[in-house]
């Protein structure tokens, strides 16, 4: 059975850095699969911010929502089978609950449990 | 990007059958069958039930099926049981653009 599990700081200052891990269980991230991560902020719908796909470089090839691409870094850390999110000049629009998922048949199959960063000083 | 619009709420009543409607711009859906559901219950990780249209993952119960005409893309709950009671929401790949796009999700209630 696949898992996917988030972890990383709940609260994170205006203007850091917000940074978050997926370790995956259950399936190799070497397996040419896509990874993705998706953030629903409060009350608000959900938001897909990018993806990962293991193409044999140390850190994957990655392809981002253009409305974060230029604030968002998806890499992939093969030997640990987990894969990461670095979010930097984050405000408080960048509030979320955070999600892994790996990408399926076009869609999303199985998601993490998701975790909430909270952007306040 | 522009997310496609679903229902804030629907209900009914055990043993009915429901419908969600997932309407997009043309340009979102275009001529793909890309259209993903899941169902996502409190505390719970959100659970692919349809994808690629009307494809159920293995395990899902029967009583899920998906649908598309055109820009609205459907999914029907038959035979309605309080475990249905969640938060269902589409989502579509966008191939021009390669990205997805999320739907603002619908709140089913078993009356």
């Known amino acids: 059975q696949v898992q996917l599990q988030e972890s990383g700081p709940g609260l994170v200052e205006?203007?850091?850095?917000?940074?978050l891990i997926?370790?995956?269980?259950?399936?190799?991230?070497?397996?040419r699969q896509w990874w993705s991560w998706i953030r629903q902020p409060p009350g608000k719908g959900l938001e897909w911010i990018g993806e990962v796909?293991?193409?044999?470089?140390?850190?994957?090839?990655?392809?981002?929502?253009?409305?974060?691409?230029?604030?968002?870094?998806?890499?992939?850390?093969?030997?640990?089978?987990?894969f990461s999110l670095r979010v930097t000049s984050v405000t408080a629009a960048d509030t979320a609950v955070y999600y892994c998922a790996r990408n399926k048949d076009w869609g999303f199959d199985p998601w993490g449990q998701g975790t909430l960063v909270t952007v306040s000083s | 990007q522009s997310a496609l619009t679903q229902p804030a709420s629907v209900s009914g009543s055990p043993g009915q059958s429901i419908t969600i409607s997932c309407t997009a711009t043309s340009s979102d859906f275009g001529g793909y069958n890309y259209v993903s559901w899941y169902q996502h219950q409190p505390g719970k990780a959100p659970k692919l039930i349809i994808s690629e249209v009307s494809n159920r993952p293995s395990g899902v119960s029967n009583r899920f099926s998906g649908s598309k005409s055109g820009n609205t893309a459907s999914l029907t709950i038959s035979g309605l049981q309080d475990e249905d009671e969640a938060d269902y929401f589409c989502s579509s790949h966008i191939s021009s653009s390669t990205l997805y796009v999320f739907g603002t999700g619908t709140k089913v209630t078993v009356l």
């Open chain 1, 53 to 82: 796909y293991h193409s044999g470089s140390a850190s994957g090839s990655a392809t981002y929502n253009p409305s974060l691409r230029s604030r968002v870094t998806i890499s992939i850390d093969e030997p640990k089978n987990r």
């Open chain 1, 22 to 31: 997926c370790t995956v269980s259950g399936d190799s991230l070497s397996s």
């Open chain 1, 14 to 19: 205006p203007s850091g850095t917000l940074s």
